[in-house]
Nanobody, 114 residues
Framework: QVHLVESGGGLVQPGGSLRLSCAVF????????MAWYRQVPGKQRELVAT???????NYADSVKGRFTMSRDNRKNVVVLQMNSLKFADSARYYC????????WGQGTQVTVVL
């Protein structure tokens, strides 16, 4: 069974940075695309960024130029570097493989506050 474990969230001021990590247990993630999603209560989960097995990335317009997704296939980890954070980035962040959709992990909360 595959487990996704997200970490790195927290409280941050506008303009600040956070680095989220997602560890994939029970499967090698290197062969397929991975993605970061976010969700706020009462809203649908939103796709934030994707990375292909070859390292090509795509970003939602709302985070383009501020967020950077990367992966370390040897460690089975994907990372989301978030810079210039805004209030609108406050959400619970999750990782998953978009073509497979494993059981969701617990996510990691990002809260942007003054």
């Amino acid at each position: 069974q595959v487990h996704l474990v997200e970490s790195g969230g927290g409280l941050v001021q506008p303009g600040g940075s956070l680095r989220l990590s997602c560890a994939v247990f029970g499967s090698s993630s290197s062969s397929y695309d991975m993605a970061w999603y976010r969700q706020v209560p009462g809203k649908q989960r939103e796709l934030v960024a994707t990375i292909s097995s070859g390292g090509d990335t795509n970003y939602a317009d709302s985070v383009k130029g501020r967020f950077t997704m990367s992966r370390d296939n040897r460690k089975n980890v994907v990372v989301l570097q978030m810079n210039s954070l805004k209030f609108a980035d406050s959400a619970r962040y999750y990782c998953n493989a978009p073509q497979i959709l494993y059981e969701w992990g617990q996510g990691t909360q990002v809260t942007v506050v003054l």
